[in-house]
């Protein structure tokens, strides 16, 4: 069996002005700022509100996996936002349904499927049925973001089906600054257990490190979990970053590197001047790293550059679900 290297945290976004079913709500001043910040950084030339930014926006990540030293990306859909009831609320600045993300990754075979449900949707069974029959790899939530409380018994039979299907559940854990929180109480890894409990295999985004100074930094949480839990895994997605590079270093001592995956959590900027300033690289390091223009790259040199070896970008593949 072929061994891939995969960046395995990457978000598909769209703005739907061209027939795709996303739409893309930059609201307020600091997610207007973001967003533009993002795309100048990862090089993108259409603007957020351009029509065929769905399409250059694909195109342009195509370029960057297929330039880089990985294999794969693992892309992400997003769900909109429900509550217990199952009743849809107008929260949220994007939305990618997972009909667009099967047909993007059709039509790029670099591109490998994470669908997105929220368990409180009404035909969420039957969503999932139809992401398992067209070949979905993964699951991916913010539940933070998108109001899933995983604890509740309503959403026990959806998990069962995940972990009867073998399909992993990328989870969100610890703050977010880029999108809209509704829930703070989310952001805890111990939300994990009851999927963990029914047999989830479960990939902690983040490793449930702190996204600013004033949030909980929950590492210590995931540790005793992955003891008590050997399905639990978590990617060092985002870590690359001001605030969350701080947990870098408890990921290289934390003595279960096996239970990390490489994740970049593209189109978020990747700098590597935070680990240069907390040691963790070399000053010839920090400068070869800022040469690479390719954000999916250059995360990637990074991840080598700490110290991650090359089973860190391959072990994603013996978590996803095969297909």
């Known amino acids: 069996m072929t061994t891939y290297r995969y960046d395995g945290h990457v978000h598909l976004v769209g703005n739907g002005l061209s027939g795709s ?25 259409a603007k ?17 996996v297929a330039a880089s030293s990985l294999d794969k990306a693992l892309l992400l859909a997003q769900d909109e936002v429900y509550d217990e009831t199952g ?14 993300l099967f047909k993007v990754c059709d039509r790029h075979p670099e591109f490998v499927p994470a669908v997105s449900i929220h ?26 973001c998108q109001n899933v409380n995983c604890a509740l018994p ?15 559940f990328l989870c969100h854990t610890g703050g977010e600054m880029t999108v809209p929180v509704i829930n703070r109480a989310y952001q805890d890894p111990r939300i994990l257990r009851r999927p963990l409990e029914l047999g989830v295999k479960v990939i902690a985004a983040h490793s449930s490190g702190n996204s600013h100074f004033f949030d909980p ?27 969350r590079s701080g947990v870098l270093k408890q990921v290289k001592e934390s003595g279960r590197l096996g239970r990390f995956l490489h994740g970049s959590d593209f189109p978020v900027p990747v700098g590597a001047l935070w680990v240069r300033l907390r040691g963790l690289i070399s ?18 040199y990074l991840k080598r550059a700490i110290g991650f070896d090359d089973t860190h970008f391959t072990r994603l593949g013996e978590v996803l679900r095969p297909v």
Not at 124 to 137: H, N, T, V
Not at 283 to 299: F, K, M, P, S
């Open 21 to 45: 079913g996303c739409w893309l709500r930059l609201d307020g001043l600091w997610h207007r700022a973001l967003g533009e910040v993002m795309r100048r950084t990862i090089g993108l030339e």
């Open 283 to 300: 000053t010839a390091q920090w400068r070869e790293a800022g040469r690479i223009a390719n954000l999916i790259e250059r995360d990637a």
């Open 119 to 144: 368990p409180g949707r009404k035909d969420a069974l039957d969503e999932l049925e139809r992401c398992l029959a067209g070949g979905a790899r993964a699951l991916k939530l913010l539940p933070n």
């Open 217 to 243: 930094n929950y590492f210590g949480e995931l540790v005793r979990m992955m003891d008590e839990f050997p399905g639990l895994y978590a990617d060092t997605s985002a870590l690359n970053s001001p605030i």
């Open 48 to 64: 957020a509100t351009a029509r065929d930014f769905d399409e250059s926006f694909v195109g342009h990540l195509a370029g960057l």
């Open 87 to 100: 009743q849809k609320l107008e929260f949220g600045s994007f939305y990618v349904p997972n009909a667009y």
């Open 154 to 168: 309503q959403y026990d039979e959806f998990w069962r089906r995940m972990a009867a299907s073998g399909l992993p």
